[in-house]
């Protein structure tokens, strides 16, 4: 008997798309449960013991669950058990990619700061360090359609997240972030036909991803007000 999964998720947490793209790439049915972290319930401060999402919980035949949190993590867990790996057979290949999935983290903090930033200097200041931190990314790519050409990989699942912060900062400006970056335009195109990618998501993600934005009341807002 195949063990089952339940995935413990926010709306908009891009480390749970990474996770559910996973999934999903490997076949892998799961159920999915959203929680507000604002509210947590008890049961999830029980489950998760840095109370942040991802939470894989997975229970065996005998229907005892274990719970598994941190992307990271939920990542290497399902890379090991099952058939379908997406990381590179060569270990030298695979510990590259490990080290550009930790590259993605490091955009994502960057994102955050970029649309919480409160004044101009600040915004751009990190529109300009994000800016930086794709040219790099440019350089890295080759041939596609993917990261590591034809194969998906879990450097993908990684970034497609990143890029969908992008649908709602094309809603409110031309930043100029991806500007000139040919490869990473056609990276992200084919990241967001991805089924997997597309199906991480509920269908009014763009809309709450906006609502989101305001909560932060940054320039992003501003600019988008102005607009």
Same mark, same amino acid.
């Given at each position: 008997?195949?063990?089952?999964?339940?995935?413990?998720?926010?709306?908009?947490?891009?480390?749970?798309?990474?996770?559910?793209i996973?999934?999903?790439?490997?076949?892998?049915?799961?159920?999915?449960?959203?929680?507000?972290?604002?509210?947590?319930?008890d049961?999830?401060?029980?489950?998760?013991?840095?109370g942040k999402?991802p939470?894989?919980?997975?229970?065996?035949?005998?229907?005892?669950?274990? *719970?598994?949190?941190?992307?990271?993590?939920?990542?290497?867990?399902?890379?090991?058990?099952?058939? &379908?790996?997406?990381?590179?057979?060569?270990?030298?290949?695979?510990?590259?990619?490990?080290?550009?999935i930790?590259?993605?983290?490091?955009?994502?903090?960057?994102i955050? /700061?970029?649309?919480?930033?409160?004044?101009?200097?600040?915004?751009?200041?990190?529109?300009?360090?994000l800016e930086?931190?794709?040219?790099?990314?440019?350089?890295?790519?080759?041939?596609?359609?993917? @990261?590591?050409?034809?194969? @998906?990989?879990?450097?993908?699942?990684?970034?497609a997240?990143? @890029?969908?912060?992008?649908?709602? @900062?094309? &809603?409110?400006?031309?930043?100029?972030i991806l500007?000139?970056?040919?490869?990473?335009?056609?990276?992200?195109?084919?990241?967001?036909?991805?089924?997997?990618? /597309?199906?991480?998501?509920?269908?009014?993600?763009?809309?709450?991803?906006?609502?989101?934005?305001?909560? /932060?009341?940054?320039?992003?807002? /501003? *600019?988008?007000?102005?607009?």
């Open positions: 008997m195949q063990p089952a999964f339940s995935l413990i998720s926010h709306h908009l947490c891009p480390y749970v798309q990474r996770a559910a996973a999934l999903a790439e490997r076949g892998i049915p799961f159920e999915r449960t959203y929680i507000h972290l604002a509210a947590k319930p049961w999830f401060k029980a489950v998760s013991p840095l999402v939470v894989l919980r997975v229970a065996d035949a005998s229907g005892n669950w274990t *719970n598994i949190f941190e992307s990271a993590v939920i990542l290497e867990y399902l890379e090991e058990t099952s058939p &379908r790996p997406l990381h590179p057979a060569d270990p030298l290949e695979r510990a590259r990619h490990r080290g550009w930790e590259f993605g983290s490091q955009l994502l903090n960057a955050g /700061r970029f649309y919480s930033a409160t004044d101009k200097a600040g915004f751009e200041r990190e529109r300009s360090g930086a931190m794709f040219a790099r990314l440019e350089s890295e790519l080759s041939g596609g359609p993917f @990261f590591a050409g034809e194969r @998906f990989s879990l450097v993908d699942a990684v970034f997240p990143v @890029f969908r912060y992008f649908d709602g @900062f094309d &809603r409110v400006g031309d930043f100029a500007a000139g970056k040919p490869k990473l335009a056609a990276w992200r195109v084919a990241l967001e036909a991805r089924p997997s990618v /597309r199906s991480a998501v509920v269908e009014d993600f763009p809309e709450r991803l906006m609502r989101f934005f305001e909560t /932060r009341q940054g320039i992003l807002v /501003r *600019n988008r007000l102005a607009a």
